[in-house]
């Protein structure tokens, strides 16, 4: 029988639940400015953050931590207060899953780590992400970075680590 890649299977009647996830986004600043890494899924190859499950008792900002360092091999100043929450759907999957977003200055990138090979990472300038990532949540997460990038200049060739997001609240410019 020939070696051929199955396809997902979706429990019929499986309850939907809510599944909390973290997640990072990883920003450096680059020649054009702000650069975000993004990973590519393994299930579809489309652009999105790290993200992944939250062990019991780790706060989502040590899984946003983890899930960078896990998925893109990148270790980075993370901010613990939250940047913003996304939800998504897999379609193998009923269920919904939330994740909490933090932002990572990367300031080191490893050369193994344990999915090393398994997906595709690359670095985008940041306006050029927000047209790459396939969540729309991702997506809008971006856009809320681009404003605070016109407004606040988040990353500075001088400063290489980000404002804590508490103090630039997206919703606190939204007029901009």
């Known amino acids: ?29 680059g020649a054009a400015g702000i650069e975000v890494l993004l990973v590519a899924s393994r299930r579809n190859g489309r652009w999105g953050l790290p993200k ?10 040590r899984a946003a931590e983890r899930e960078a360092f896990e998925e893109a091999g990148v270790i980075g100043d993370l901010t613990y ?12 999957s009923p269920h919904l899953y939330q994740v909490t977003a933090h932002l990572l200055t990367v300031n080191f990138t490893a050369d193994e780590y344990p999915e090393n090979g398994a997906r595709a990472k690359r670095w985008f300038p940041l306006d050029v992400a927000v047209r790459e990532v396939a ?7 971006l ?3 681009v404003k605070l990038e016109a ?3 988040l990353l500075s060739r001088d400063r290489k680590t980000m404002p804590r997001p508490a103090r630039y609240a997206p919703s606190a410019i939204a007029a901009i």
Do not use: W
């Open 135 to 141: 969540q729309p949540g991702v997506r809008r997460l």
């Open 52 to 61: 992944g499950h939250i062990n019991a008792g780790e706060s989502t900002s």
């Open 151 to 153: 407004y606040c200049g």
């Open 1 to 29: 029988m020939p070696n051929e890649e199955c396809a997902p299977i979706m429990v019929v009647g499986a309850q939907p639940r809510e599944i909390r996830q973290a997640g990072a986004i990883c920003l450096s600043h």
């Open 81 to 92: 207060d939250e940047f913003g929450e996304f939800t998504y759907t897999k379609d193998s």
């Open 143 to 145: 856009e809320e970075l």
